[in-house]
């Protein structure tokens, strides 16, 4: 079993940058791939970016490619995401995810934090 918990999520202006970071909790943070998913008002919650358990390859998804960085810190059991040129359109709550097999899909994470909520203003 694994608590997620997520912070830093804010009000930011467009063009602005915000970290967001979850601080993980029960089994070793290092034997779990993590991701980051956000769902829009009215939209799916959608993959954002991804690491593996070494932190040696991430995956972005096209839309924060170049904007968006996602690390992790086994030692601490965090990972971040480090948000950069903010857009309206990255408006969303944002989930951290670990799963066994990580990547793209929401169904290969076990365990969800409850959210943080990040708004870019035009």
């Known amino acids: 079993q694994v608590s997620l918990v997520e912070s830093g999520g804010g009000l930011v202006q467009a063009g602005g940058s915000l970290r967001v970071s979850c601080a993980g909790s029960g089994r070793p943070f290092s034997q779990y791939s993590m991701g980051w998913f956000r769902q829009g008002p009215g939209k799916e919650r959608e993959f954002v970016a991804s690491?593996?358990?070494?932190?040696?390859?991430?995956f972005y998804a096209e839309s924060v490619k170049g904007r968006f960085t996602i690390a992790r810190d086994n030692a601490k059991n965090t990972v971040s995401l480090q948000m950069n040129s903010l857009k309206p359109e990255d408006t969303a709550v944002y989930y951290c995810?670990?799963?066994?097999?990580?990547?793209?899909?929401?169904?290969?994470?076990?365990?969800w934090g409850q959210g943080t909520q990040v708004t870019v203003s035009s």
């Open positions: 690491i593996t358990r070494s932190g040696n390859w991430k």
């Open positions: 995810a670990a799963g066994q097999l990580g990547g793209y899909a929401k169904r290969t994470y076990n365990y």
